[in-house]
Every structure is written in C-alpha cells, then in structure tokens.
C-alpha cells in the first residue's frame, strides 16, 4: 500500500498547489460546458476518501456533514466558497490522507461495507480497494482540473 499512499500524497500535493496558486474567483468560476469547477472537484475528492475509507469501514469521518453534503457524488456547486472553505479544503488535503495512511497501518479498518462504484462498475469489497479506486478517481478528477484550468484561462 505504500505505493498507493505516496501517488496518493503526489496528486493531492498538486491540488494543493492548484488551490494555492489561483485566485478565489478563478477555483469558483464554471466554465461554459462544465456543470462544476475546480474547487468542488477538489473538494469531492477529499469527502469521497472519506465516505470510501471511513464510513463504508463504519468509522467517523474527519469531514463535517455539511461538507459531505455538499461536496459528494452527485452534488454540484450552490453559490461560491469563501476563501476560509478554500484553506480548510486545503488544509483537509494533507491531513486527511495522512491520518488514513496512519489508521490503515494501525489496523483500524476491519469491516467493510462493499460498495460498486458508479464509474468503473467495480466493487470495493475492502479498504486496500477502496485505497486503490481512491488512486484512480483522484487521477480522473485531477484530468477534470486540469481541462478547468485550460477552459478558464482561454
């Protein structure tokens, strides 16, 4: 798992990077042919870690369920975050996958609640797949800020 952990790490590294080297108006803007933007895909990927690694193993999550909410699969947008939910997004970034990575090697996952995700059809069945499809829909969300970025600076 240890792979995982580090490209985990590295792509939120880069939406960090991304959170802090764009304006507030820019992470909130919706560019013409897109239903969301960078900040909530951000923002998702952070509550879906969560809802896949904490609450379908039956633990709490470190995210509030306003954010949850807010920001999980099927949400979009309602009005524009403030830069104060920008730096908690932010600071959630590291901290969450760092608390996870250490929960996993202390062996706090036991159950888990299998779950078929909705965009590859897969089934987690556990939390080193849940960790894995983590990887992978960081990556696809990742490829979604990157075509934000380019609609939005044209």
Known sequence: MDFTFQVLHNTRGIFKEILEENTLEDLNKIPEGFNNNIIWNIAHIVVTQQLLGYKLSGLLTSVSDEMIDKYRKDSKPNG???????????????????????????????????????????????????????????????????????AIKN
């Open 80 to 150: 524009n975050v403030s830069q104060e939910e920008v730096d908690e997004i932010n600071n959630l970034l590291l901290a969450t996958l760092e608390q996870t990575k250490e929960d996993y090697y202390n062996g706090i996952f036991k159950t888990y609640t299998a779950y078929t995700v909705s965009t590859t059809g897969n089934t987690l069945t556990n939390i080193d797949e849940a960790l894995q499809f983590m990887a992978i829909h960081e990556g696809l969300h990742y490829g979604y800020v990157l075509a934000l970025l380019k």
